[in-house]
């Protein structure tokens, strides 16, 4: 099973444990290399990021433990950068590159907080049409392309309510060519597509993101892929690797690390 992870939150932002904390865990998960992605700064909505000056901390304490364990583990220090995050400074390891919201006009609406926001901006901005959200989704992951993120993060996070197609339907032509246009504009730019298992260890989904017709679409036109748990503790670390894996072996999918 791969022992490493890159998309890891911490209480610099709204994660649970400290970097040192997660450090000591993937130790003892046998993990050898670990990346921390805080949320980067999004002005609008602070509830979930870090401040400008908490990214200067993070990004010291990270460095710091770097040093401190680097005979036992190899850590990275990246940013899980919001397509409407303030720009990141120099000196990351990686970005991952990850829509969560919807800007319609000077509103930005959160996609991953609950599905009742979900079914009212559909039939606000929509007509109650969800698979045009859906496709005003994937419209803003293909802009994501502009960031040059080394990771997609999440790519379908749009479908996080979606289990059993509870909300639409995620074979529906106009879904899959939305999610293929975007696909096509992100793989243009060499970035990496996680298979991500952060929905299933909060229970939301029983397989990673993205779903199985857009990732074998993902491995057949040729894009790498890096397992990631999107943990926001230390139980979250390597969170359901050993499916994930398998999953994305049985398409033939490449996994790769940073
Ligand atoms: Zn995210
Ligand atoms: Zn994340």
């Not at 908490?54 to 919001?82: M, P």
């Not at 969560?100 to 959160?110: N, V």
């Not at 991953?112 to 079914?119: M, R």
């Amino acid at each position: 099973m791969i022992r490493c992870d890159f998309h890891v939150h911490t209480s610099f932002c709204d994660g649970e444990n400290t970097p040192e904390e997660m450090v000591l865990a993937a130790l003892e998960k046998k993990i050898t290399r670990l990346g921390f992605s805080g949320h980067a700064h999004t002005p609008f909505d602070e509830r979930y990021c870090m401040s400008p000056e908490g990214t200067r901390r993070y990004y010291e304490t990270v460095r710091a433990l770097g040093e401190k364990y680097r005979e036992r583990i190899t850590i990275l220090c990246g940013l899980e950068q919001d397509l409407y995050s303030d720009p990141p400074g120099p000196g990351f390891d990686y970005l991952i590159g990850s829509v969560h919201y919807l800007k319609i006009g000077e509103e930005y609406l959160p996609l991953d907080e609950t599905a009742e926001i979900l079914t009212e901006a559909a039939s606000r901005f929509f007509g109650g049409d969800m698979l045009a959200l859906a496709e005003a989704y994937f419209d803003s992951a293909a802009s994501l392309a502009s960031l040059r993120p080394t990771v997609v993060g999440h790519f379908d996070l749009i479908t996080k309510f979606n289990e059993k197609n509870a909300l639409f339907d995620e074979n529906d032509p106009r879904y899959l060519a939305a999610a293929k246009r975007a696909a096509d504009a992100l793989l243009e730019t060499g970035a990496l597509f996680e298979v991500n298992t952060g929905a299933m260890s909060r229970g939301f989904r029983a397989a990673p993101y993205p779903g199985r017709a857009i990732l074998s679409y993902i491995i057949e036109r040729g894009g790498k892929l890096l397992l990631s748990s999107d943990a926001h503790n230390a139980a979250g670390l390597l969170y359901g690797f050993d499916r994930g894996e398998a999953f994305a072996a049985s398409l033939g999918g490449l996994f790769v690390t940073l």
